[in-house]
T-cell receptor
Framework: AQSVTQPDIHITVSEGASLELRCNYSYGATPYLFWYVQSPGQGLQLLLKYFSGDTLVQGIKGFEAEFKRSQSSFNLRKPSVHWSDAAEYFCHAGNNRKLIWGLGTSLAVNP | DAGVTQSPTHLIKTRGQQVTLRCSPKSGHDTVSWYQQALGQGPQFIFQYYEEEERQRGNFPDRFSGHQFPNYSSELNVNALLLGDSALYLC?????????????FGQGTRLTVV
């Protein structure tokens, strides 16, 4: 069955530390892959996306993600976390036929 | 350039009532998708509208219906409200024919059913 898994429900990091949020997908053919961020009480904002080509994609707010076909993963990274990065992060896979979301990873940032 | 706008921002309804939520897509976008997000959960796809027709539908009952107007704006209607319909309803717009570019989301409508 098609699925998107975010193994970490909650992560806490210190400000200035590096961050990696994991996302694994099961989709048959490689889907389009996205990361979204949702601040409390807000809608979702697109951080970055992968369609094809370079497997390391750059996004907004200093985030990047790496697509690894062999591991069916699309992990989100940031070298130095800021307090304002505290939010819910969603991995999303889809095409024009089917859209699947992960359950999200809640990020807390300690000062 | 306004992004995706949704109205109202908050709404309280009673069980059994009907509700209509509205969405105006980002300028230049022609496709609108609706999502339901329960507290602590990821978004659940309800349906997508393009060219004033429902193109895709998630696993939601017929109580959930929608409409898209010629100006691409959209409405989500929910009949016979249940307590379990309480959630954040998100509208997302995108542009068909440009590849699957990802969607731009509105701030959502928080629906509380009492």
């Amino acid at each position: 069955a098609q699925s998107v898994t975010q193994p970490d429900i909650h992560i806490t990091v210190s400000e200035g530390a590096s961050l990696e949020l994991r996302c694994n997908y099961s989709y048959g053919a490689t889907p389009y892959l996205f990361w979204y961020v949702q601040s409390p009480g807000q809608g979702l904002q697109l951080l970055l996306k992968y369609f094809s080509g370079d497997t390391l994609v750059q996004g907004i707010k200093g985030f990047e993600a790496e697509f690894k076909r062999s591991q069916s993963s699309f992990n989100l990274r940031k070298p130095s976390v800021h307090w304002s990065d505290a939010a819910e992060y969603f991995c999303h896979a889809g095409n024009n036929r089917k859209l699947i979301w992960g359950l999200g990873t809640s990020l807390a940032v300690n000062p | 350039d306004a992004g995706v706008t949704q109205s109202p921002t908050h709404l309280i309804k009673t069980r059994g009532q009907q509700v209509t939520l509205r969405c105006s897509p980002k300028s230049g976008h022609d496709t609108v998708s609706w999502y339901q997000q329960a507290l602590g959960q990821g978004p659940q796809f309800i349906f997508q509208y393009y060219e004033e027709e429902e193109r895709q539908r998630g696993n939601f009952p017929d109580r959930f219906s929608g409409h898209q107007f010629p100006n691409y704006s959209s409405e989500l209607n929910v009949n016979a409200l249940l307590l379990g319909d309480s959630a954040l309803y998100l509208c997302a717009s995108s542009l068909v024919g440009q590849g699957f570019e990802g969607a731009f989301f509105g701030q959502g409508t928080r629906l509380t059913v009492v």
